[in-house]
């Protein structure tokens, strides 16, 4: 009897002790299990987010990767956007994996080891191929490492108000000319821009990429030519001096509100235009670039950049590859109404995208040239923009201008 007693006593010790052994091996394997879940939840922080179509693309991603997606917004205003990033990234903060950078900031962040190469994990040799080299070259990369995966291209387009403009063509620099010439009426001009310091930029590199001049090179004729039409455009009163405050939010607000006939403006805002939902034959609409000496225009494009500081890189780079490759482009273009970053897409697909033939046509016949940065892009574009705003209200003359410009594009 004393024996029976005594086995099952040791019976039940071994029992306790099994289920104990069991339980740390449970335990064990959830804590495993949290890791890896931990690990394929990312953070993006991204001018969209509170966008419903990029939301759209994002509820995509999350069920084609089985990723769980945090998306928060950043300021919209370009140079707080700017500074809030750049903290966050000089911190060496995790707190967000993935962030969607402009050229203006990866031309930058490129250089200030703040950014995950990418090179062999997401943007292969074969990848790179299928985007515009000298933009990838000069804009993404340095030293041959590459830093960011564009997901949408933002094309330099020539766009029309209908409701000022009716059927009038505007082809050719005459038929241009013709529409700043125009007495409009009502503070109406047959062409506006945004002309605040740091963003006058995009205006200055397309009309000197129009006239066929440089812009490294403000000594060249075709390059003052470009300067001297722009001067006279506000010296003759054909544009509204009080562009040289607006950024892009202004700008578009006028042209939606019948202010200006035509604009340049990049082909992003097809979804502001599209949501507005006055995109139509009869009221704004994107049109042939009109020819001038030369049929160059800009280009950017948004991209994705992934902090070296992220604690969760294999789930940031599962998503990069998605954004890269070809179902995320095309998922991504056609919930935001834009075009992707990858030119084989733009020319193979027909995508559901307003306007899609004229841009897919700006692709196949006119130049698209990357803008001009350096290292210090900020500061050196809000210095040129600054002279720009003197040269244009008589401050100082064009050789002036020029003098002080070359100076500063010779640090590019």
Same mark, same amino acid.
């Given at each position: 009897?004393?024996?029976?007693?005594?086995?099952?006593?040791i019976?039940?010790?071994?029992?306790?002790?099994?289920?104990k052994d069991?339980?740390?091996?449970?335990?064990?394997?959830?804590?495993?299990?949290?890791?890896?879940?931990?690990?394929?939840?990312?953070?993006?922080?991204?001018?969209?987010a509170?966008?419903?179509?990029?939301?759209?693309?994002?509820?995509?991603?999350?069920?084609?990767?089985?990723?769980?997606?945090?998306?928060?917004s950043?300021?919209?205003?370009?140079?707080?956007?700017?500074?809030?990033?750049?903290?966050?990234l000089?911190?060496?903060?995790s707190?967000?994996?993935?962030?969607s950078v402009?050229?203006?900031?990866?031309?930058e962040?490129?250089?200030?080891g703040?950014?995950e190469?990418?090179?062999d994990?997401?943007m292969t040799?074969?990848?790179?191929?299928?985007?515009p080299?000298?933009?990838?070259?000069?804009? &993404?990369?340095?030293?041959?490492?590459?830093?960011?995966?564009?997901?949408?291209?933002?094309?330099m387009?020539?766009?029309?108000?209908?409701e000022? &403009?009716?059927?009038?063509?505007?082809? &050719?620099?005459?038929?241009?000319?013709?529409?700043? +010439?125009?007495d409009?009426?009502?503070?109406?001009?047959?062409?506006?821009?945004?002309?605040?310091?740091t963003?006058?930029?995009?205006?200055?590199?397309?009309?000197?990429?129009?006239?066929g001049?440089?812009?490294?090179?403000?000594?060249?004729?075709?390059t003052?030519?470009?300067?001297?039409?722009?001067?006279?455009?506000?010296?003759?009163?054909?544009?509204?001096?009080s562009?040289?405050?607006?950024?892009?939010?202004?700008?578009?607000q006028?042209?939606?509100?019948?202010k200006?006939?035509?604009?340049?403006?990049?082909?992003?805002a097809?979804?502001?235009?599209?949501r507005?939902?006055?995109?139509?034959?009869?009221?704004i609409?994107?049109?042939?670039?009109?020819?001038f000496?030369?049929?160059?225009?800009?280009?950017?494009?948004?991209?994705?950049?992934?902090?070296?500081?992220?604690?969760?890189?294999?789930?940031?780079?599962?998503f990069?590859?998605?954004?890269?490759?070809?179902?995320?482009?095309?998922?991504?273009?056609?919930c935001?109404?834009?075009?992707p970053?990858?030119l084989?897409?733009?020319l193979?697909?027909?995508?559901?995208?307003?306007?899609?033939?004229?841009?897919?046509?700006?692709?196949?016949?006119?130049?698209? +040239?990357e803008?001009?940065?350096?290292?210090n892009?900020?500061?050196?574009?809000?210095?040129?923009? &600054?002279?720009?705003?003197?040269?244009?209200?008589?401050?100082?003359?064009?050789?002036?201008?020029c003098? +002080?410009?070359?100076?500063?594009?010779?640090?590019?």
């Amino acid at each position: 009897m004393k024996k029976y007693v005594l086995g099952v006593l040791i019976g039940f010790v071994l029992l306790i002790s099994g289920c104990k052994d069991e339980q740390k091996e449970i335990n064990i394997q959830d804590m495993q299990e949290d890791v890896v879940s931990q690990n394929e939840k990312i953070t993006i922080m991204h001018i969209d987010a509170e966008v419903p179509g990029f939301q759209e693309f994002i509820k995509q991603a999350e069920k084609e990767l089985n990723l769980e997606i945090q998306v928060i917004s950043c300021p919209a205003n370009a140079d707080v956007r700017q500074a809030k990033i750049s903290t966050i990234l000089a911190a060496g903060e995790s707190s967000v994996d993935i962030f969607s950078v402009n050229d203006e900031m990866v031309s930058e962040f490129k250089y200030q080891g703040y950014l995950e190469p990418l090179n062999d994990a997401v943007m292969t040799k074969e990848l790179l191929s299928k985007y515009p080299e000298s933009y990838i070259q000069n804009i &993404t990369m340095k030293d041959g490492g590459m830093y960011s995966v564009p997901y949408f291209m933002d094309i330099m387009v020539f766009w029309i108000n209908r409701e000022v &403009t009716g059927d009038r063509e505007i082809q &050719t620099k005459e038929d241009f000319l013709s529409l700043l +010439k125009k007495d409009w009426g009502n503070d109406i001009y047959g062409y506006g821009s945004a002309w605040d310091s740091t963003y006058v930029y995009n205006e200055l590199s397309e009309f000197i990429h129009l006239f066929g001049g440089d812009y490294y090179n403000w000594e060249d004729k075709n390059t003052r030519e470009a300067l001297t039409f722009l001067h006279d455009m506000a010296a003759n009163g054909q544009i509204p001096i009080s562009q040289m405050t607006d950024q892009y939010e202004q700008m578009q607000q006028k042209f939606l509100d019948g202010k200006y006939a035509s604009i340049f403006m990049y082909s992003g805002a097809m979804d502001v235009f599209e949501r507005a939902g006055v995109y139509s034959e009869d009221k704004i609409q994107a049109v042939p670039l009109p020819q001038f000496e030369k049929s160059v225009t800009n280009i950017a494009t948004w991209q994705y950049v992934l902090n070296q500081a992220s604690e969760h890189k294999p789930g940031a780079m599962k998503f990069l590859k998605y954004a890269a490759g070809r179902e995320g482009s095309i998922s991504y273009a056609e919930c935001m109404n834009r075009l992707p970053a990858r030119l084989d897409i733009i020319l193979e697909e027909e995508l559901d995208i307003p306007g899609f033939e004229v841009l897919q046509d700006y692709v196949e016949h006119v130049e698209l +040239k990357e803008r001009p940065f350096s290292k210090n892009t900020m500061k050196d574009i809000s210095a040129i923009g &600054t002279l720009f705003q003197k040269y244009i209200m008589d401050e100082i003359s064009q050789d002036e201008f020029c003098r +002080k410009a070359q100076a500063i594009v010779d640090w590019f």
